[in-house]
């Protein structure tokens, strides 16, 4: 039977770079995909001169472990940075138009975005002293904090629009952890800010908003080629068994049943599929992972020629609130963020469509979206010829929904893996669905396996490659 010191069940970005992290650490790792590729929703496809994600458009960073990641795994020549243009504004649909959306206190109260009551409101912030109940949503948060108006113009579209949530049900803490820790420490989202801005308390590095040149598939595809990583597809996983002071797996490949032995296990998937593997070992914490539900997206990608928009681009894209848009949750200019996305002298736009504001739309046929899609856009973008290129993706289970008692859930399932030594749990459904928070818990589970325990100078039974596991079968 094939030894491992960690198993790792799942090749998405999160397996991935868990994997990545151990294996720099010296430790004998594989990782066990289902699919046949690894990255989970993470995909780049080029097609007729475009380039599309099928999740994931960029990384949002401001962390230094994922700066290291970059560095050390070679990725520093592969990115590509957010075009300058892209930085100019960031749109927001009201009034069946495109209004700039600022992201600052004084233009907030400049803009006529908000009402004077709104404006009001928002200026009356420091002043409200009131706290939330725990669990508290992120309507009730925003409401008490800077009232109705920012969240239901503002609030309501980037969680829709970037979580495809729905804010009268989503943890406020989970969503807004940076907000809501303001409040707990300072009182106010205006004072700890400004007590943030005068001491200077940042990171180690600076905020940064980067893909790469071929796409977020050349993260996925470095981080599984890295040294030390063993990733075989095709394995879907039947069985999980504690076994002395490890775990036994067996799984269905391409050329038989496998099994290995591993000292730690992470499942890094769905919590779905996650629940199903332990429905015999642990149906306590099977349960609790069934509980949590998942929205899914539509995109909806279009080429067109440049001369066939008459809106300058000249940002970001636009999110759209719920009250303006009923399906479409926003757009995102793909070709003025990033360079290459496009063919010379076209544009690329990509929409979304659905998540939990419209959990129907991922059921319509491609031609009823790309048409829900075409009549928000041609009068606010100033659309003059149909496009040049279509391409649909559906993302099922696309990103998990923090609604409910969210953060009572993670408790319980942090407090029963403890009763559970060598199994974790790491996936988009804890702690952040972003690239970013994603590569960090990888370095968060393999900084504490690690740590967990004296590790060998070298791991037993560390085979040459996935490709004799017909050889080492196990019935």
């Known amino acids: 039977m094939e030894k491992f010191d960690v198993l790792i069940i799942g090749g998405g970005i999160t397996g991935l770079a868990s994997a990545w992290w151990l294996a720099r650490g010296g430790l004998s790792v594989a990782v066990w995909e289902a ?38 795994a070679g990725l520093e020549a592969a990115k590509t940075r957010r075009r300058a243009e892209a930085e100019a504004q960031r749109y927001l ?42 669990g508290e949503s992120v309507s009730e948060f925003i409401t008490r904090r800077l009232g109705r108006e ?55 590095c600076s905020t940064e908003v980067f893909s790469f040149q071929n796409g977020m598939g050349t993260l996925v595809d470095r981080l599984a080629a890295g040294p030390g990583v063993r990733l075989c597809t095709g394995h879907a996983v039947t069985e999980l068994r504690a076994q002395g002071e490890g775990w036994r797996v067996r799984a269905n490949t391409p050329q038989g049943e496998r099994s290995a032995y591993a000292r730690q296990l992470i499942l890094a998937t769905p919590a779905p599929a996650a629940a199903k593997l332990l ?49 479409l949750t926003g757009n995102l200019w793909a070709s003025t963020l990033f360079p290459e996305r496009a063919p010379p002298g076209k544009v690329l736009l990509t929409s979304y469509l659905g998540g939990a504001r419209a959990p129907f739309a991922a059921d319509w046929d491609d031609a009823r979206l790309v048409e829900e899609t075409l009549q ?6 100033g659309l003059k010829a149909d496009p040049d290129m279509v391409r649909v993706d559906r993302q099922r289970e696309a990103l998990p929904l923090y609604h409910g008692a969210y953060q009572r859930r993670m408790q319980s399932i942090a407090a029963r893996l403890k009763e559970i030594p060598g199994l974790h749990l790491e996936a988009s459904y804890r702690e952040g669905v972003s690239v970013r928070d994603r590569l960090l818990r990888g370095h968060v589970v393999a900084k504490h396996i690690l740590a967990s325990q004296p590790w060998p100078e070298s791991a037993p039974g560390r085979p040459a490659s996935c490709a004799g596991a017909a050889e080492m079968m196990v019935g």
């Open 279 to 327: 429905a015999e070992l642990d149906p306590e914490l099977s349960t609790m992972l069934q509980q949590i539900r998942y929205a899914s997206v539509a995109l909806v990608h279009l080429g067109f020629s440049r001369q066939a928009v008459a809106h300058p681009l000249n940002g970001t894209g636009f999110l759209a609130p719920k009250a303006e848009s009923p399906v």
């Open 376 to 381: 928000t856009l041609r009068p606010l973008l």
């Open 150 to 204: 920012v969240l239901d113009k503002a609030v309501e579209p980037f969680v829709a629009g970037t979580l495809a949530a729905d804010p009268d049900q989503t943890c406020a803490a989970a969503a807004l952890p940076r907000l809501t820790a303001l409040e707990q420490r300072y009182g106010s989202l205006a004072a700890g800010v400004l007590v943030n801005r005068v001491l200077r308390r940042r990171t180690a």
């Open 93 to 134: 649909l009201h009034g069946q138009g495109l209004k700039a959306l600022p992201m600052k206190l004084g233009g907030m109260i400049g803009s006529p975005l908000w009402s004077l009551r709104g404006k009001l409101r928002l200026l009356a912030e420091p002043f409200i002293f009131s706290s939330g109940r725990p």
């Open 35 to 72: 699919g046949e590729r690894p990255g989970g929703k993470i995909q780049s496809t080029r097609q007729q001169g475009y380039l599309t994600e099928r999740a994931a458009s960029m990384v949002l960073n401001f962390r230094p472990e994922v700066s290291e990641l970059m560095h050390e």
